[in-house]
């Protein structure tokens, strides 16, 4: 053979190891990331897209390397085996050719065993590249995903109402100032079996139950219960947008960086905006960059809210520059922080909405921070009861200020908690986000149906503007009902489960009218 021929064998085996190798360790990286997706995780695929691809500024991203840590000893065994399996044939069978003889009757021939052992090795490849897709889909619903996106649905066209073609009016006497705090990743399931949660033993969240036994908490059974989480809500983002707009974040993934977009939402008029219209100061607390995920612009943009992050904190000395943890402090550094701004906005001559948001639940296990106790043996328990507490004390203290009389408080869930700590056993539809509504001024008073709802996110919007007062025409905004009107919620007429796969769907009119 001619040196000219040796090298282009020579070149064509070279690629074809290298394909080889990157086709079973692609199978092998899938695999096991999708193992560890299923072992983590208990969200749709939509959700974890959203957040992995998000801008990570102001982000944990934790549990990128948890993930790495996860699949690297399995990786490296594989990477082994098929080392070993391409070994054999570069180090043996390319110095010995060998040929096995075959008869089929009075047929006669050779089969080359060098050429037998690479188709060998390249469907060893392809089986292992076929189980992990598989895989993949059965734990994620690709294919699903990918199917939704390629359908249109008419879900906003027909029951979509604009707040821009609704009157809304103050019935209390007054206008009544709100604090919301939004508490990462808390669902009904941390109760105990016996308080209406999912927990054998134990209530981890036992204040939260007491409140919501006390004042109002819109279930969706007889016991502790709350909203279903649907597609375009079950993340933290998602769940801000819908609570306050009346819609699910259905804008295309590839596009959702909405910090890098010069606007956010354009065109829809969500609960700033109106507040804002009707002379009310917004401000939003969090303990993080308040940039990540577009929150800082989806806030200014919609009622030129003040908004008060991680930065804000260094500059106002709460913490030092150089202090971080978590996703940039503390939730205990957080309250604190929430009660001399509130301090200051009772001063103002004009009524407040405070919202607020909690991060030490968040995924994965939840931080631990120096109030947490070891009262249990799993860390998220301890998280979720030291975050109880947190709360249920500093709605304590708002309780015996002065401007209580004339707010309303309102307690929710963001989403379910994106890993599988505390609810593994539990199905996604099961694990209701929490709610409960203190000293509200709804018009409609104390004859309301709170038990027994199916409702979603969306369903927030006008229930909050209800519960500080306002009438609102229709009782619908977005696509939101009014909880305390009676009326029937779209999940009530229509059925999760519609309802869930349509906003999958991908919508011209979505796009055209709130871009």
């Known amino acids: 053979m001619s040196n000219k021929k040796k090298i282009i064998k020579t070149a064509l085996l070279i690629?074809?190891?290298?394909?080889?190798?990157?086709?079973?360790?692609?199978?092998?990286?899938?695999?096991?990331?999708?193992?560890?997706?299923?072992?983590?995780?208990?969200?749709?695929?939509?959700?974890?897209?959203?957040?992995?691809?998000?801008?990570?500024?102001?982000?944990?991203?934790?549990?990128?390397?948890?993930?790495?840590?996860?699949?690297?000893?399995?990786?490296?065994?594989?990477?082994?085996?098929?080392?070993?399996?391409?070994?054999?044939?570069?180090?043996?069978?390319?110095?010995?050719?060998?040929?096995?003889?075959?008869?089929?009757?009075?047929l006669?021939?050779?089969?080359?065993?060098?050429?037998?052992?690479?188709?060998?090795?390249?469907?060893?490849?392809?089986?292992?590249?076929?189980?992990?897709?598989?895989?993949?889909?059965?734990?994620?619903?690709?294919?699903?995903?990918?199917?939704?996106?390629?359908?249109?649905?008419?879900?906003?066209?027909?029951?979509?109402?604009?707040?821009?073609?609704?009157?809304?009016?103050?019935?209390?006497?007054?206008?009544?100032?709100?604090?919301?705090?939004?508490?990462?990743?808390?669902?009904?399931?941390?109760?105990?079996?016996?308080?209406?949660?999912a927990q054998k033993t134990y209530n981890y969240m036992p204040n939260l139950t007491k409140l919501a036994s006390e004042y109002i908490n819109f279930s969706n059974d007889e016991d502790l219960g709350g909203w279903h989480s649907c597609t375009g809500t079950g993340w933290t983002m998602g769940s801000l947008f819908a609570t306050t707009s009346g819609l699910p974040f259905a804008y295309p993934v590839q596009g959702n960086t909405m910090d890098k977009r010069e606007y956010f939402a354009k065109d829809v008029t969500n609960l700033g905006d109106i507040l804002a219209d009707l002379g009310y100061y917004n401000e939003f607390l969090c303990g993080s960059d308040a940039t990540f995920a577009g929150r800082r612009k989806y806030f200014t943009q919609h009622g030129n809210y003040d908004i008060f992050d991680y930065y804000t904190a260094i500059e106002e000395g709460y913490i030092a520059e150089d202090y971080r943890v978590w996703w940039g402090y503390q939730d205990s550094i957080l309250f604190e922080i929430a009660k001399d701004e509130l301090l200051e906005l009772a001063e103002l001559d004009q009524p407040f909405n405070f919202t607020m948001l909690t991060a030490d639940t968040h995924h994965v296990a939840g931080y631990v921070c120096d109030l947490c106790g070891n009262e249990y043996s799993d860390q998220t328990a301890n998280v979720v009861a030291c975050t109880d507490n947190q709360v249920y004390e500093f709605v304590q203290w708002i309780m015996k200020q002065d401007f209580f009389e004339d707010t309303v408080i309102i307690i929710t869930g963001d989403h379910p908690r994106m890993d599988t700590c505390l609810v593994a056993s539990v199905e996604y539809y099961d694990r209701t986000v929490y709610n409960c509504i203190i000293n509200d001024f709804s018009p409609y008073g104390t004859d309301i149906s709170t038990t027994n709802r199916e409702f979603m996110a969306m369903d927030m919007f006008p229930t909050i503007l209800s519960a500080m007062g306002y009438e609102i025409e229709g009782d619908r905004l977005g696509l939101g009902t009014n909880l305390y009107s009676g009326l029937e919620t779209l999940c009530e007429q229509l059925g999760y489960d519609y309802l869930n796969e349509e906003y999958g769907k991908s919508s011209t009119y979505y796009n055209t009218h709130f871009s």
């Open 15 to 106: 690629i074809f190891y290298f394909i080889v190798i990157i086709l079973f360790m692609a199978g092998a990286i899938i695999f096991f990331l999708t193992d560890w997706f299923n072992k983590t995780f208990g969200v749709d695929i939509s959700s974890i897209i959203y957040t992995i691809i998000s801008p990570l500024s102001g982000a944990d991203s934790d549990f990128m390397g948890d993930a790495v840590r996860y699949c690297i000893r399995p990786f490296i065994k594989f990477g082994m085996v098929i080392t070993g399996i391409l070994a054999v044939d570069v180090i043996l069978l390319r110095r010995t050719k060998i040929h096995i003889p075959v008869r089929i009757k009075k």
């Open 108 to 197: 006669r021939f050779s089969l080359n065993f060098n050429y037998l052992y690479r188709i060998a090795v390249v469907c060893l490849t392809g089986i292992m590249l076929f189980i992990s897709l598989r895989h993949a889909n059965s734990v994620l619903d690709i294919t699903g995903y990918i199917k939704s996106l390629s359908e249109e649905t008419k879900v906003y066209e027909t029951y979509y109402v604009d707040p821009d073609d609704v009157e809304i009016t103050l019935a209390a006497e007054t206008q009544k100032n709100i604090i919301y705090i939004y508490l990462e990743s808390m669902e009904t399931t941390y109760a105990s079996v016996d308080d209406g949660g």
